[in-house]
């Protein structure tokens, strides 16, 4: 595995002029966010060696090299969820590449239920911590000290300073955020019910698909991190009839996109 990891990050090397301090990833309807990015070198998933192959012909999305706001960065532009059928070492393989191209610091957006019935559609929420109910975990197998420890402590895995910092800017700017906790689960289906209820018993203030396993390795490498959701439905809607599409996730997420990219690029800026 390690051998794959270098031979990547040899070829992304030879691509770009600067080496990325921070890398970004980009949920559900949040890609745009790339766009901002300066002088900006673009590489198709597709054609990286060892990355997955996407299960979705013609849009397996592409890592973004460049500049924002005074720092080189690199974005992912469509990451890789478990629920499309990669396996964990698959999901995560970006953020170990990351590792070898210099990456230190590492922010990760997401689409999410709302669990905390404080939370209205469309509400931001800082992530402070997290609860890993996937069936399989990242770090299972052999450890490699090259990248981590084999017992990684997971009391401080949210940076502090950075969850300060972007709740500054997000005052400054007038944008209101929530601070909550994440729960990570396989997917595909969103929760039921009783799901959504046992969820909040366990102290979640949200819940999705991704994110987690990408937070693990990252964290195991000695990444800093911050993390965000976009809360694109909750799981006691005011319309009960109603039911929540993928479509509709994507379009909250999409209208939230200018306050989460603001609250970014800022963080960015004073990381
Ligand atoms: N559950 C799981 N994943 C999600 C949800 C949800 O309600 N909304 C967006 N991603």
Not at 135 to 141: D, N, T
Not at 155 to 158: D, H, I, L
């Given at each position: 595995m390690l051998g794959k990891i270098k031979d990547t990050a040899d070829f992304l090397k030879s691509k770009i002029k600067n080496r990325p301090e921070v890398a970004v990833i980009l949920g559900s309807g949040l890609g745009g966010f790339g766009n901002k990015i300066e002088n900006a070198v673009k590489v198709k998933y597709q054609d990286i060696p060892n990355f997955p192959v996407s299960t979705v012909e013609g849009h397996s999305g592409q890592l973004v090299f460049g500049k924002l706001a005074g720092k080189n960065v690199v974005a992912m532009q469509g990451r890789f969820h478990y629920y499309e059928g990669y396996d964990m070492k698959e999901v995560t393989f970006p953020i170990r590449v990351m590792h070898f191209l210099g990456v230190k610091k590492l922010i990760v957006s997401n689409a999410a239920g709302g669990l905390n019935p404080d939370f209205k559609q469309g509400d931001m929420m800082i992530i402070t911590d997290h609860i890993n109910n996937f069936?399989?975990?990242?770090?299972?197998?052999k450890n490699f000290s090259e990248l981590g420890v084999r017992f990684p402590d997971m009391?401080?895995?949210?940076n502090a300073e950075y969850i300060k910092i972007a709740e500054k800017i997000a005052n400054d700017n007038g944008i209101s955020v929530q601070k909550g906790i994440y729960i990570g689960s396989s997917g595909p289906t969103l929760e039921t019910p009783a799901e959504y209820r046992l969820f909040r018993i366990f102290g979640a203030d949200a819940t999705g698909m991704s994110t987690v396993p990408e937070v693990i390795v990252a964290h195991h490498q000695g990444m800093k991190i911050f993390g965000m959701s976009v809360i694109t439905n909750v799981s006691e809607p005011s319309d009960p009839e109603g039911e929540t599409t993928h479509e509709e996730v994507q379009d909250v997420a999409g209208d939230v996109e200018p306050k989460m990219t603001k609250i970014i690029e800022g963080l960015i800026e004073r990381m």
């Open positions: 069936p399989e975990h990242p770090l299972r197998g009391s401080k895995v949210y």
